[in-house]
């Protein structure tokens, strides 16, 4: 009987808590608020926020508005709430060639030039395993085109391989090299799929703000037949012809603030809030005519979250500090992310997790979907924040798609930190989340909003939660992230 007595103590108690957070957060929150700043976000006026595009500009300035408006403060470093980042972008060449020997590989068909200027010469080839820092022990490169494999041994993803190449080309460029080839002969990435993406224009980040670049290419290589002829000395030298390459430097925007916590210790601790608010912006009509695709769900819908998630936190100060981001260019590769994680404004030692969202659709507005749900700590704050709303928590139903490393948390997720993407709810990424994803027909006005209101309130409180929590999240043990976080940590034995 006791035992009974005991249980029902203990139900009653939860639940009046329950009742007590979902009336807390009510309280402070502003549905037709959220909404209005959802309708505009998600505009024709904003031209589908596209980060090479004008409007991007409003979208930025409107977030950065909301923070102040609110009291979010200033991150020291950041210029006012933005940390302003130097975009190029860079244009396919006109002509592209790459000689080897009697062998002529053309721009879009087995070559992709991927940055540089216009450039013609035969110079010496190095091949250097995959172009890590070990990989130039001993060797000199200056003057020579160096060729690596593409990617690294375990990091074999699209975002891996983007994110990759961009520290060779760096490295390359240090250690003197005149051009860098990766050799594309990995399965995780169709080549017809990547030639139909980078065979246009595209933005990086800048590392060539000195004006000086050098070629940089893929070369399709599925056997490893050219990379190994490269290396028993068949190919000596290559000859590399770009004409009409086109780069124009554009300067992006993360849109950051923070809210103090209260707790005298764990004010040095910060959780991270973050979602991307750029989208693909115009592109090929629909049926309608529609060419503006507009991103209520990928991911205005994230961006009022944080926005909210500012307002509240200002009203309501948890014990750690909160550290609010809008990521630009997400859509282009994880570029702002990236900038961030490489760039940081707060410690990253400090930033003890980070609840991001990206979104493509949803098919069940009675969960809520977490990818990355199972693999740290704080998973039942989680389930306990999105039942208050009477929405279940599930983890990834397709984990064949990868969206794990496809989003902005990957980036984090590499440096140690705990990074989940909280979701709309979907149970397969079936027609229904494909009919609008990255479509025209992705806008405020075929969007559940009575279920929009419940994410919205659900992501606040799974972040409070996570904000007060005595304990700091930790990875699942096992987890492939595990050790980045012992190292960023110091939690190494």
Known sequence: MRFKITLAALA???????????????????????????????????????????????????IAEQFWKYGARELEGADAYYQKIPFRLSGPPKTGTLSLGEQNFVQG??????????????????VLGYGLESDYEGKDVEGKIVVTNIGEPGKLSPSDLFAGGRKKLALAKAKGAVGLIEIFNVPTLPWQMATNFLNRAQLTIDA??????????????????????????????AEIEIQGKVNRSIIGKNVVAYIEGTDPQLKNEYVMLSAHYDHVGVGRPNAEGDSIYNGARDNAVGTVAVIKAAKYFAENPPKRSILLCAWTAEEKGLLGSAFFADNPLVPLNQVIYNLNIDNGGYNDTSIITVIGFGRTSVDPL????????????????????????????????????????????????????????HQPSDEVDNFDLDYAVKYWKSYILTAEKIANNAERPQWQEGDKYEEAAKELYGLKD
């Open 12 to 62: 009653m108690t939860f639940c009046a808590q329950a009742q007590g957070d979902k009336e807390r957060i009510e309280q402070h929150f502003n549905e037709k608020e959220a909404i209005s700043n959802f309708r505009y976000l998600a505009s024709d006026e904003l031209m589908g926020r596209d980060p090479i595009r004008p409007e991007i500009d409003a979208a930025s300035r409107f």
């Open 208 to 237: 060539n703000q000195d004006g000086k670049s050098i070629p940089y290419l893929w070369l399709k290589d599925p056997n490893n037949e050219l990379i190994n002829a490269m290396g028993k000395g068949e190919y000596k030298s």
């Open 109 to 126: 068909e087995d070559l992709l030039v991927l940055d540089g200027i216009d450039y013609s010469g035969s110079h010496e080839i190095i």
């Open 382 to 437: 989680i389930a306990e924040a999105t039942e208050v709303f009477g929405l279940k928590t599930i983890g990834d139903p397709s984990p064949e798609q990868g969206l794990y490393d496809r989003s902005d948390n990957v980036n984090f997720a590499r440096k140690g930190i705990p990074s989940p993407t909280f979701s709309l709810g979907f149970t397969a990424f079936d027609e229904e989340i494909t009919r609008h994803y």
